[in-house]
């Protein structure tokens, strides 16, 4: 194994008390909109392309109205998560410090443009990763996007490590084995290696 690529919500933090505050601001704004959104709305969404998440959370509206007011909510989003951060795993730093010494480290996860930076920007955890892609960016799936950064980085042996069947089915594409993070969102029964902490991924690799 030469590498390692993360997944983000579910696997390195969880951002959903902060994208919820930025989201139910921007909805009270909205007159066409009459709902406010929980913690679990959005745990149900983990893993989604945005365009998803809308479909998910506004199936009435039209797709115009609807990607606008996806845009709106994912700068609000981008905004708050650089200002106050989302809650990070325990041990995050110490683990990715420790693994950034024997591996290459990277995220691929499935947010809009602006979401790793600002992950990036408030924890100060930029320098231990090499690269990132998100769907945002390239308009392509996890999986193609996992392909992406292997082809990229000419990565020979990495694991991708991630929470969801999403991740689960990414990895596959890409032909990679998967690393399935049981505390994270979702639940997977198919699996190369399964961690219950961060802290686990020292143990296994």
């Known amino acids: ?58 199936p009435d509206l039209e797709e115009e109205s609807r990607t606008q007011l996806l845009n709106k ?36 996860s499935n947010c809009q443009e602006g979401y790793i930076e600002a992950f990036y920007k408030y924890h100060q955890l930029e320098a231990y990763f090499i690269d990132y892609e998100n769907p945002g960016r390239t308009g392509l799936s996890k999986g193609e996007n996992i392909k992406l950064i292997m082809e990229r980085n000419q990565l020979k042996n990495p694991v991708y490590v991630g929470d ?16 399935y993070a049981s505390y994270g969102f979702g639940e997977v029964e198919e699996y190369d290696y399964i961690i219950h902490s961060l802290n686990d991924l020292e143990e296994i690799f």
């Open 1 to 58: 194994m030469d590498s390692i690529i993360f997944d983000l919500d579910g696997t390195l933090w969880d951002s959903r008390e902060t994208v919820l505050v930025a989201w139910n601001e921007i909805l009270k704004k909205e007159n066409q909109i009459e709902k406010e959104l929980t913690s679990d709305d959005f745990k149900a969404t983990m893993g989604l392309q945005m365009h998803d998440i809308g479909k998910h959370f506004f």
């Open 73 to 108: 909510c994912g700068e609000a989003e981008r905004v708050l998560l650089e200002e106050k951060g989302g809650q990070l795993y325990n041990h995050i730093e110490e683990v990715l410090e420790n693994l950034s010494q024997k591996y290459r480290l990277f995220i691929v």
């Open 164 to 179: 969801t069947i999403g991740d689960q089915q990414a990895a596959k594409v890409a032909g990679i084995p998967f690393v």
